[in-house]
């Protein structure tokens, strides 16, 4: 059974920054795309960052671009976003997922197909 466990969430600043973790058990990183995803209230999940282990791909939303960063370390089995710059606008419910049964960043992305997704946490930006 896939398991995803999220923690980093919080309060900030605009301006701030803050780093997102996703822990997996259930499954290894290896061939897999995994990704971040958020939802703001009243607006429907939407993609934000995806990384691919099968490719080396990534995919950022235009939104995150130059700001957020997606990372992963296969032996500890976690990914990561790292959020700099934050805006007010980045305030949502952050979700991690995986595996997708695409092998590309772009594809998981854009498809949102995963195996299983984490409970979500919180994000909020102040201005």
């Known amino acids: 059974e896939v398991q995803l466990v999220e923690s980093g969430g919080g309060l900030v600043q605009a301006g701030g920054s803050l780093r997102l973790s996703c822990a997996a058990s259930?499954?290894?990183?290896?061939?897999?795309?995994i990704g971040w995803f958020r939802q703001a209230p009243g607006k429907e999940r939407e993609a934000v960052s995806c990384i691919s282990s099968s490719d080396g791909s990534t995919y950022y939303a235009d939104s995150v671009k130059g700001r957020f960063t997606i990372s992963s370390d296969n032996a500890k089995n976690t990914w990561y976003l790292q959020m700099n710059s934050l805006k007010p606008e980045d305030t949502a419910v952050y979700y991690c997922?995986?595996?997708?049964?695409?092998?590309?960043?772009?594809?998981?992305?854009?498809?949102?197909?995963?195996?299983?997704w984490g409970q979500g946490t919180q994000v909020t930006v102040s201005s």
């Open positions: 997922a995986g595996p997708s049964i695409y092998y590309s960043a772009v594809d998981a992305c854009l498809r949102l197909d995963f195996a299983s």
């Open positions: 259930g499954f290894t990183f290896e061939n897999h795309a």
